[in-house]
């Protein structure tokens, strides 16, 4: 009746009182054998307090009066309920509900908080999945207080529960902020190594929003996006490629660094597509930073130019690259005749290839670059390497 009038509703805050009095019953079930014949697993009659506290959350809601009666009985019932039996646990679950949805004191709210932090630590995986649930409703309101147990519900990524991990990814990454960025990236990133299937698209993109928003530094998030890439390249978001090359753009400093590890990471794996095609437009765009061999961030490596050219004509060959990767990659070849000195022929001998191709977008690239090659070879800039 209160949930669906609204007059019931005020009538029961303010004619009947019915607060005070469903307080001091809630009080005699707590502290006394209120219905011995109702004990279960020593909670007094639970099935009367759940509805008590249900009916309490509604007359609390959005009303300070109602509200301030109630605050000093849910402290003592979320004190004193024993939770080591589904019944007490059921009786504290009501209770952190009610807590947060009236308009209860800051300490109070703290309470409700740990009540679920105790509930991580129980062996039932439905009290598990229930409190985290509960957690990623008050999260944006009481961010510090679930903050304090960042700790257990990380240590939930590891439940063998495919739900339960679930919920400990979604709440993981609500509680990732500037201040331990570096500390929850690691544990998603390892997560991430070992999460079932289903869970690696929403994984990667909770990384990347993450990762975006509070980047301790450009390297540190061209690495982090990387290392996703690798470990779970087919399973990122279409817009990913774009957004890390637009990233790596703009981070003029670190181009030589990151042409040199995406290299590398070519060579190593060409079966993760996006990764590859970032690297095939890094070595097209930067392929003379990596032909000079010198880069104080990462160990220098001496690659030729028969070794680069080797790395996309892999690439182009491969039966596990796509028709978009197999663009790349030719356009990378292309770009390199402006880049390197001596397999230019080379090059023109690689794109005439695919001037045949059965792909029409990957054909038309080919035919637009062998007539660039014939009509305006001598437009093509040049540069010599000391």
Request: hydrophobic share 40%.
């Amino acid at each position: 009746m209160c949930e669906h009038n609204p007059g019931t509703l005020d009538q029961f805050r303010k004619v009947i009182q019915a607060v005070p009095e469903l307080v001091q019953i809630m009080k005699g079930l707590v502290t006394s054998s209120y219905s011995p014949e109702h004990n279960v697993a020593g909670i007094s009659d639970p099935f009367l307090q759940v509805r008590i506290l249900r009916l309490l959350r509604i007359l609390g809601h959005n009303n300070d009066t109602a509200s301030d009666a109630m605050n000093d009985l849910l402290a003592q019932v979320a004190t004193n309920t024993d939770s080591s039996k589904t019944a007490g646990s059921a009786v504290l679950y009501e209770t952190v509900l009610t807590i947060m949805d009236i308009n209860s004191e800051s300490g109070l709210r703290v309470l409700a908080v740990n009540i679920l932090g105790r509930f991580l630590l129980n062996n039932d995986r439905n009290i598990r999945y229930i409190s985290m649930t509960s957690l990623q409703k008050i999260v944006q309101t009481d961010h510090n207080a679930v903050q304090r147990h960042r700790g257990t519900i990380v240590d939930c990524l590891k439940d063998q529960d495919t739900s339960v991990k679930r919920r400990a990814l979604e709440l993981s990454l609500a509680l990732v902020s500037a201040v331990n960025i570096r500390s929850m990236m690691k544990e998603l990133l390892i997560f991430l190594s070992t999460c079932p299937p289903e869970l690696r698209s929403h994984t990667t993109s909770g990384i990347f929003n993450a990762a975006e928003r509070y980047s301790p530094s450009k390297r540190w998030h061209i690495d982090t996006i990387l290392h996703v890439l690798t470990t779970a390249g087919g399973d990122v978001r279409d817009e990913t490629v774009p957004n890390l090359i637009q990233l790596i753009t703009t981070a003029s400093e670190l181009h030589c660094y990151t042409v040199h590890k995406l290299y590398r990471a070519l060579v190593k794996d060409i079966s993760q597509q996006s990764l590859v095609q970032v690297a095939c437009w890094c070595i097209g765009e930067y392929g003379d930073l990596l032909l000079k061999g010198e880069c104080e961030e990462i160990e220098p490596v001496q690659v030729t130019e028969d070794d680069v050219l080797d790395a996309l004509e892999t690439v182009l060959q491969s039966h596990m690259s796509s028709p978009a990767t197999r663009g790349f990659a030719l356009t990378a070849t292309m770009k390199l005749s402006t880049r390197i000195t001596d397999n230019v022929d080379r090059i023109r001998s690689i794109v005439s290839i695919y001037g045949s191709c059965i792909d029409l977008e990957l054909q038309q690239r080919a035919v637009e670059y062998n007539a660039l090659f014939k009509k305006y070879d001598h437009m093509r800039y040049r540069r010599v390497f000391s």
